[in-house]
């Protein structure tokens, strides 16, 4: 506020741009450029800069942000995300600049690259790839699958689906585009659509020996490994917007590790994905027939006992729910102590079990949306 009043005392904000898209990018352009010298101290000076960006913006309709710019709004993007537990961790947050990319087939060979590197053994690194931006009024590169690493869904005749029931629709859309599909399993690993503005998405296999997954296990159930349930170490969201600045990203996929109810908690217990609680409960010989045993309850803990105990058997960072929740309230105090607000949307914070016995559950949020940040894009298949 203080520097926008500076910037029309001297006189530069009167001068007209030639679009009304070009005003709406300079305002958010200078939104983010006073955070960004209010909190992190850059060079070149807050009001030279501004009038590069408002240059470059007349010219040619859009402005290429500088590495740092790139970097410190990527990372806000995250702090300022509604719905992520896991902020506390948003100084963390390695940056991969490859803007300059320009073909699918690169792109493709930076995502494996992203994947290995985030994976990194086990030890997981947060971390963000991001692509060139969109120009304004036009497409911007996507990459079809909400999540680097998804499992197929095939829809049988009898309506049951073998896979993620979450992903049927993805895999009717690749089939289309001349997927063969896999074994047509329940853990196929789906490939990689890319899609370039004005191109037709192009496909890609995962090299299999990128892919980190673990086998589940229980810590005192023998017959638990049985069952063949697995999952993936790591989760990286492919198909959100990074907004920076008045700069949209529609290709920066970006990831965390994994809090343990993501997985045993809904992924693999929802009854629309998995649904494994009914087959947990019978090898546990429950009483299924009433609600009120609370069979689905009891099976539930012990589903994400084995994922929790399985990672870490095979060293994979993942977080349980009620540390998370600790940590974020930590998180919270940091933010007013930095003399920041901190927005969040309550029905995505507190877990999806036991929540009650979480703090988050007993704090009320204002969820807003401030930018910069990450937003839904439309799936590009219904476009
Ligand atoms: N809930 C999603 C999944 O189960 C992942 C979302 C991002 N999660 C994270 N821990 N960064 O795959």
């Not at 009001?47 to 740092?68: A, C, N, V």
């Not at 690169?106 to 053994?121: C, K, P, S």
């Amino acid at each position: 506020m203080q520097f926008q009043r500076r910037f029309e005392a001297e006189g530069h904000a009167g001068r007209p741009l030639p679009s009304k898209v070009s005003q709406e990018i300079l305002i958010e352009a200078q939104h983010y450029l006073s955070i960004l010298h209010q909190e992190h101290g850059v060079s070149p000076g807050y009001l030279q800069r501004l009038e590069e960006m408002r240059t470059e913006l007349e010219h040619s309709g859009t402005y290429w942000q500088t590495e740092e710019e790139l970097s410190y709004g990527a990372m806000i993007a995250w702090r300022n995300n509604t719905r992520c537990i896991g902020r506390l961790n948003w100084q963390t947050l390695q940056v991969r600049d490859m803007r300059h990319l320009s073909t699918a087939q690169d792109i493709f060979i930076e995502i494996v690259e992203h994947i290995r590197l985030a994976t990194n053994g086990g030890k997981i690194r947060s971390m963000i790839t991001i692509f060139a931006p969109q120009h304004p009024g036009y497409p911007g590169i996507r990459i079809w699958n909400p999540q680097f690493i998804r499992y197929a869904g095939y829809r049988q005749a009898d309506g049951t689906v073998i896979g993620d029931p979450l992903h049927t629709e993805l895999t009717e859309a690749v089939r289309q585009l001349g997927w063969q599909g896999a074994q047509g399993g329940p853990f196929d690993l789906l490939p990689i659509i890319i899609q370039m503005p004005g191109h037709s998405p192009e496909l890609f296999e995962l090299p299999r020996d990128c892919v980190l997954e673990v086998a589940l296990s229980h810590p005192e159930f023998s017959w638990f490994a049985e069952l063949g349930v697995k999952w993936h170490a790591l989760p990286v969201i492919s198909n959100m917007r990074l907004e920076i600045g008045g700069i949209s990203y529609t290709a920066a996929p970006f990831n965390g590790w994994y809090m343990g109810t993501e997985i045993g908690a809904r992924n693999l217990g929802d009854v629309n994905r998995y649904n494994l609680l009914p087959l947990i409960a019978k090898a546990m010989e429950l009483d299924t027939r009433s609600d009120r045993t609370l069979w689905k309850d009891r099976a539930l803990v012990e589903l994400n006992r084995a994922v929790l105990h399985s990672f870490a058997l095979a060293g994979i960072t993942i977080i349980d729910h009620h540390t998370a929740a600790r940590q974020f309230v930590h998180h919270e105090k940091h933010e007013r102590q930095a003399g920041r607000a901190l927005y969040a949307d309550w029905g995505w914070i507190v877990p999806p079990m036991s929540g009650s016995t979480t703090p988050v559950f007993h704090i009320p949020y204002e969820n807003r949306q401030i930018t910069p940040n990450f937003f839904y894009q439309d799936d590009p298949w219904l476009e």
